[in-house]
């Protein structure tokens, strides 16, 4: 199957988890008179979502989609002329990612493959910030001493990238007195 | 005062063809899933023939969808069990489907060209409503033969005791190069020869570009001692390599005389001229066509002692690359006491 995949030209496709991944299907055919009859998506060379034009579902087409890998979240659309077509899943989970490959089958012209890597970009959660001794500190910090050390630790965890820390100080010194 | 070189001689270049010379069938099985699928195509396939490419798995009919062929990317066949017909052909250049013969297992092409070389996949679909699918890939090599016989030039009628004999064997074209191996008293040369009898080297070139080919053999002649003999790339290696002979650039070069230097350099002498026996095979000549029809050209260099060739001989012959057994052509080179005869048989 790898042989044949380095055939099959690849489309990276970036989502962050929670939204609506578009996952594009080339539909289109040169040849007039021509139409689908079947459309195929393999995750990882496994069906999981099929369009049946075939026969009795010309005009109402058959979906069938694998519930244990796309629960209710996916759907299939094509517009009117059939030129552009998606997988919409939606919202996105972090188990989605991978190599999709969509397989349409014509009615004249040969069959199209094409495939798609998707990537669901999961953001880190919501700093922490800790004191030395490792409690959290909801919103403020001390007191402390004047002519002591103020150390805080800002702790990030989740996400799928190295992580940037930024400080951002601002003083607010209380009025005197 | 030079001596003659008393031996008598034949020369051998004994082609071979860089396929590993046998046209069966490559079987492999991959189990994907539940299934196993079991494909079967050619290694290898002579210009012109059929060729049966085997696609086929334990799934009852009612359960198969469609079984596709791919070249590459494009398909080209399709066989969708519940159609009628149940075969299509979608058209591709360098392919010919003969589909009274192809079923939903067996595609039969025929009269292959050397552009129908190249990787064939299939696809095996179950029916709805998943459509669970299996893809297998293969390569199928065309072959063409060479049309001519290998043939010895630059060979010299008179050897002193101490003169090199050094002789280029020219084999092609053909798709892909022939393999050359030399003899000598039927023995391949790449075993040692009884001293002082020795060989110089036996040269095949083996770079792709043209400019280059000839830096390559001045290195390969840097070597002083034994060669190995011919061995072009193997099997898996069918990529292009282009021969100076081919594009005519190299003709006109001056025809090898007894002046020829005896440092080991063996590539920078390139003598394009066509071979001085009449024979079939031209040098230099390439078929039209995608194929990357190729030359062979050896060089040997070796020092004949006299006393240990009683019957010394050079033979030449090639054999037909991909019939199950080697045919060998001789041309006798002769050589012996009071004169050196060159002849063909």
Known sequence: MDEFRAYVPTHLEKVLVNETAQIKCDVSSNLTNDRILLVVWYKDNVPIYSFDTRGPHVNSPSHWKDVAILEDRANFKTTREQSRAMLVISPVQK???????CRV???LSPTKNSNVNLEVVVPPDVPKIHNEAGVVLPSHAGPYEEGGDLVLICVVTGGMYPVDFFTIFQPNLPDAG | MNTLLQSLGRGLCSSVSGV????????SHSVLGLESVHIQVPVAVLVGTSA??????DLPDEDLYSVKWYKGKHEFFRYTSKEIPSIKIFPKAGISVNVNLSNASHLVLVNVEPQSSGKYSCEITEAAPSFHTKIA?????????????PQIVDMKSYYGAEEFLEVECRAGPSLPAPKLEWFVNDLPVRQPLQAPSRLEYATQPTSSSKPSSSGSRKKQSAKSSLHQPSTVPSTGELESRENDLEDGTARGGPSSTTGRPLAGVAGSTTTQDPPPTTGNGTSGEQRKGAGRYELSVSRLKLLLEHGHFHNGKLKVGGSVPARPEVETIFFLCLFFSSFVRLRQS
């Open chain 1, 95 to 101: 188990k989605d990612a991978g190599i999709f490959r």
């Open chain 1, 105 to 107: 089958d014509f009615l």
């Open chain 2, 20 to 27: 590993m010379g046998n046209l069966s069938s490559h079987v």
């Open chain 2, 52 to 57: 049966t490419l085997v696609c086929e798995c």
């Open chain 2, 137 to 149: 890939t293969r390569t199928m090599n065309v072959v063409d033969l060479p049309t001519g016989e």
